[in-house]
Every structure is written in structure tokens, then in C-alpha cells.
């Protein structure tokens, strides 16, 4: 799993995570039809960069 990790950039990472997090408030508001769950689209670059800082950490 670390070679994997060590192979992607932090952008990757970045972009990666974003897709995951949104795909999944997407299924979130199809199946329990939550409408306030878009309103936690501010938390997407908040998760994008918890994801870069645990990779920068995981690396040192």
C-alpha cells in the first residue's frame, strides 16, 4: 500500500479524495434523501488537504 502511496503526488491524492467524498454525499442524498447533505460541500477541500498532510506525514 505504501508504494502505491509513494507513487501518487499530493494533487492526485487531492483529486482523488475530492471524487470519493462528493461521490459518496451523492449516494447519501439518493438514498436518504438528505437535502442538507450538499450543504457540506465546504468539508470537500477540507478532506482533500487532511489527505495531503496525512501523506506528507506518513512519508517523513
Known sequence: MSKI?????ADSISVITVFIFLAG????NWVFHVEWAWALLFAAPLAA????VQLKGDRR
Open 25 to 28: 454525499l451523492a449516494i447519501l
Open 49 to 52: 488537504s487532511l489527505a495531503v
Open 5 to 9: 502511496r509513494d507513487a501518487l503526488s
